[in-house]
T-cell receptor
Framework: DGGITQSPKYLFRKEGQNVTLSCEQN?????MYWYRQDPGQGLRLIYY???????QKGDIAEGYSVSREKKESFPLTVTSAQKNPTAFYLC???????????FGPGTRLLVL | KNQVEQSPQSLIILEGKNCTLQCNYTVSPFSNLRWYKQDTGRGPVSLTI?????NTKSNGRYTATLDADTKQSSLHITASQLSDSASYIC????????????FGGGTRVLVKP
C-alpha cells in the first residue's frame, strides 16, 4: 500500500518544549515538503528537500528544523522558538521539483 | 507579491444543485494552475491541472476553466453530492523562481441534503 503517512494525528506541546512530526513516504519520491495551514489562509511552505541530505528554507522556516537522512523520511521539529505553533501541518512529496505534490493526512499541533 | 484569491470563502448548497468557485491570481509568469479538494482533517487531493494553453479540464462532475488573459479560474461542481462537502484550494505554480507554489485560502463547501 503506497503513500505518504504522517504521525501522530494529534500532538500536544507544552510551552518551551520541542516536538517532532513524522513524515514517511514509500512512493520513491525525491522531493519532500512541509507546509503549515491556518484557518482561512493558504498553505505556507516551511521547508523543502529536493534530495537526500539537502533541504532549503521556505517562506516561514523560523522556529522549525528538518532533516533528510533517508529518501523516505522528512521529520519536522517545532522548536520552542516557534511562538505560535498551533496549526495543521501537512507533509507532501513529489517525484521531482515540478511534479504533482501528494499530501499526507496531516498532523494537528495544539499548545497546552 | 504573488497572490491567489478565492471566493466565496464558504457556501452552502443543496444536494443535486450546481455551484461555481472562483480563483483570481497575480502569479506571473504562470506555469500551471491546479485545484485540490481537501476533506476536513485530511490532506489535499489533486482534482485538475491546467497549463496556460488549456482553458478547460474535467474530472467527473468537476470542471475547471482557466482564462490566462484575465488570470481567473473557476471550478464548477455539477449535481453536487454530500461527499462534495470539503474545502477546494486553488494553487498556482510560477514558471520561474524555483517553480514556487502559491496557495489560495480555499472555499469551504457544505452540501446539505
Amino acid at each position: 500500500d503506497g503513500g505518504i503517512t504522517q504521525s501522530p494525528k494529534y500532538l500536544f506541546r507544552k510551552e518551551g518544549q520541542n516536538v517532532t512530526l513524522s513524515c514517511e513516504q514509500n512512493l520513491n519520491h525525491d522531493a519532500m515538503y512541509w507546509y503549515r495551514q491556518d484557518p482561512g489562509q493558504g498553505l505556507r511552505l516551511i521547508y523543502y528537500s529536493q534530495i537526500v541530505n539537502d533541504f532549503q528554507k521556505g517562506d516561514i522556516a523560523e522556529g522549525y528544523s528538518v532533516s533528510r537522512e533517508k529518501k523516505e523520511s522528512f521529520p519536522l521539529t517545532v522548536t520552542s522558538a516557534q511562538k505560535n505553533p498551533t496549526a495543521f501541518y501537512l507533509c507532501a512529496s513529489s517525484l521531482g521539483g515540478q511534479e504533482t505534490q501528494y499530501f499526507g493526512p496531516g498532523t494537528r499541533l495544539l499548545v497546552l | 507579491k504573488n497572490q491567489v484569491e478565492q471566493s466565496p470563502q464558504s457556501l452552502i448548497i443543496l444536494e443535486g444543485k450546481n455551484c461555481t468557485l472562483q480563483c483570481n491570481y497575480t502569479v506571473s509568469p504562470f506555469s500551471n494552475l491546479r485545484w485540490y479538494k481537501q476533506d476536513t482533517g485530511r490532506g489535499p487531493v489533486s482534482l485538475t491541472i491546467m497549463t496556460f494553453s488549456e482553458n478547460t479540464k474535467s474530472n467527473g462532475r468537476y470542471t475547471a476553466t482557466l482564462d490566462a488573459d484575465t488570470k481567473q479560474s473557476s471550478l464548477h461542481i455539477t449535481a453536487s453530492q454530500l461527499s462534495d462537502s470539503a474545502s477546494y484550494i486553488c494553487v498556482v505554480r510560477e514558471e520561474a523562481a524555483g517553480n514556487k507554489l502559491t496557495f489560495g485560502g480555499g472555499t469551504r463547501v457544505l452540501v446539505k441534503p
